[in-house]
């Protein structure tokens, strides 16, 4: 292994506390301006140097390309002179040692698919990945056990919010949050900060100079609570709750399977589990479908009626498919029936099941005007499970209080045989 480069850089001590971390995961979580991104490229250099000589792979990720050409790639420019070719083309560095240093936009959360014997991670503003993306990019760590700086602004409570939590509790040992404010970069202006602090909801200015996570506006379900939306694993009791499936149909963007119970009186939804994933084809999904339905008894595959003909492959498969039923204002009706559900307490999620569902309850945002004020439309963007979970609550729940009636659970055998109700037995009346 060559001796580490040296490099040339005065650093203020949030800087040098994150660049000298020993722990596999670096989480630099500051506000804007703090000089997290020029920290992460220099990190980046040191690990491109300690493995000089040698063929392995580093990444530099973003979670879209205007960060990535705008913000951390430029930084690293300036860190790779003399380090190796770069090829725009295929946006890497052949470094001289003969490794790689690949360039990725998280947009496609498969970006990095393939990549071998990485040693070395850098995510620029990490808290705006998805919960897939991150976990990928885990994935893409996990065979050298190399290293992750994170270099971010905390912008949302997702799973980089999580992954504080446990580390802030003490039960996580393989990372270090280091969180510092814009001010304590020596070069910011102080000015600035006070007439941001005037013109920023107290939420904003303490995400964005601060480097405090806190929940942001505009998210579509601002009442949903990770805390408060939660219940324990168990076993669903099939004779009190109908399981149904929610499917979000992809293949460059995820496909999101999501398993929920619905009481039978329409008393509560629990999110029983979870299937996120792009790339897949009817057949896997099929097989996915397959598995849910042995393991959790789903009696209905809800689905966009827009995707007719797979729907039909399903059918021809033997599972129970339909499609949502949809019509003008159907995403806007959903979405104020989905806001109802939570308000209501009526929806929990199963801990440690589905953390795609969590991480998109979150993230689902309205969208911002020029002008910065939120607007009526949202994001097409982190939406698939939310969508796969709004199928089921408008064609299910919606109407469950005004079309089925009270639910009164059926005598068993012997209970009709001790009240002398009956006397002969052909049906088993615990079926449903």
Known sequence: MAEVAPIDLTLHPAQWQAFNSPARIIAFVAGIQSGKSLCGAAWMARQVAMYDGEDVNFILASPNYKILNQSAGPI????MIGAGKYRKMDDCYELNGGGHLWCRSMTDPNSCEGLSKVAGI??????????????????????????????????RLNWLYDMYQEWHK????????IV????DNPYFPDEEVARQKRILTPQLFAMKFEGTFSRPGGLVFQDFSPETHRIEQHIINRTEYQVYCGCDIGFNDPSALVVIAVHRNGRDIILVDEYYKAGLTVMDRID????????????????????????????????PAIGVKKGAGSLFDGITKMQQVIREFKLKVMDGRCPNVRDE???????????GALSDDIEDNHNHAMDAIR?????????????VPQFTPQKTHLQKLIGGEYKKVTTNADDW
């Open 76 to 79: 690293l420019r300036k860190f």
């Open 122 to 155: 850098w995510i620029d503003e990490a808290g705006l990945l998805s919960y897939l993306a991150w976990s990928n990019l885990l994935g893409r760590a996990a065979f050298l056990q190399c290293p992750i700086y994170i270099s971010t602004t905390p912008y």
């Open 170 to 177: 003490g039960e996580r040992d393989d990372c270090e949050f």
């Open 180 to 183: 510092c404010r814009s001010i």
């Open 288 to 319: 996915v479908m397959k598995r849910f339905q042995t393991q959790y008894g789903v009696s209905t595959f809800i689905v966009d009626s827009a995707e007719a003909g797979e729907i039909e492959v399903m059918k021809r498969a033997k599972l």
């Open 361 to 371: 309850f979150n993230t689902y945002s309205y969208r911002e005007n020029k002008e």
């Open 391 to 403: 199928y089921v609550i408008m064609t299910v729940w919606a109407s469950f209080l005004e079309s």
